[in-house]
């Protein structure tokens, strides 16, 4: 079975009583809280060459990523690990790190389990308050414009840097857009305050974190939306140097920006301009397409197919 066929496999068995919100989206929405959970798994999300301090941030912020997609303000986690031994000799930093990025987005830990393994699992459960609203897939409508709130690539390159290390020595504008590409995708930054800033705006129509990358991310708010979408590839943002470095470096521009997963960018649709946009949420957001009512994701006028991450492929 694909990942989606278990997913509806979910649904069929676990019909949703009490949730406002249950499976299907970003996060499950309960009364005023929504509620996310998130895996890493060793040579699966890291490897144990990773800096253990990533680590830790990373496997909380791709919880806070799902509740910025929600609108959610960071509320309350529970940690679950099964420790190799490795992990168990590091667990003094990974603890302090993870406990750094909790105060850096004001979530407090309360409470997990912990067990030995023969690799790392770290799992975290997260919840958040809804103020407002909550943000959801489904929401997009025809002629709505689709953004993405920040420039897309640089985590798929930073992948490939650290698996695929360049040969030899590099000049130093190559040395630092490496390092910088690495940086993002081990140690990303999600978006809370824009997810919250977005739910207050009722001009926003639909959201989804950019977990899986964005043509299939895209795929996903379509298929909820019941529509498709029209995006332009020269409007979409692009990290800084990737276009001139990534052919460089070996690394496929198009393939890191339209298929890189782990971004944790937010993708969104609203009515309004790109400049009223920005101005509403103090930030520059970025305007890429519409939907459209025919159910087809394009990309300047040619079919984009879901090319992101899919975990059993």
Not at 129 to 158: M, N
Not at 221 to 233: F, M, P, V
């Amino acid at each position: 079975m694909t990942e989606a066929e278990i997913i509806e496999r979910i649904r069929q068995l676990f019909p949703q009583r009490g949730a406002k919100i249950g499976i299907g989206d970003d996060a499950a929405v309960v009364g005023e809280q929504a509620i996310t959970v998130d895996m890493l798994i060793e040579d699966v999300d890291f490897k144990r060459s990773d800096p253990v301090e990533t680590i830790a941030r990373k496997s909380l912020v791709v919880n806070l990523s799902d509740l910025a997609a929600m609108g959610a303000i960071p509320a309350y986690a529970v940690v679950a690990l099964g420790l190799p031994p490795w992990l168990l000799e590091k667990i003094d930093p990974f603890l302090r790190a993870l406990a750094d990025c909790a105060r850096k987005y004001d979530i407090d830990l309360v409470g997990g389990d912990l067990s030995r393994a023969e690799k790392a699992v770290i799992a975290i459960t997260a919840t958040g308050w809804i103020e407002k609203r909550p943000l959801l897939r489904s929401g997009a409508k025809p002629g709505d414009r689709i953004f993405v709130s920040r420039p897309l690539g640089a985590s798929q390159a930073g992948l490939q840097m650290l698996r695929q290390p360049p040969p030899g020595e590099l000049p130093y504008a190559l040395r630092e857009f490496v390092e910088s590409a690495i940086a993002r995708h081990l140690d990303p930054e999600p978006e809370v305050q824009l997810g919250v800033a977005l739910a207050s705006i009722d001009a926003v129509s639909a959201c989804i974190d950019i977990s899986d990358g964005l043509s299939t991310d895209l795929h996903h708010l379509c298929d909820a939306s019941g529509a498709g979408a029209d995006i332009e590839r020269a409007r979409i943002p692009v990290f800084p140097d990737l276009e001139r470095a990534g052919p460089l470096l070996g690394i496929d521009v198009r393939h890191a920006v339209l298929d890189g997963g782990e971004e944790f960018a937010l993708l969104f649709t609203s009515t309004l301009r790109e400049s009223e946009l920005s101005s509403r949420v103090g930030r520059p957001v970025y305007a890429i397409g519409r939907i459209v009512a025919e159910r087809s994701v394009r990309i300047d006028g040619a079919p984009l197919a879901a090319g992101g991450f899919n975990h059993f492929a």
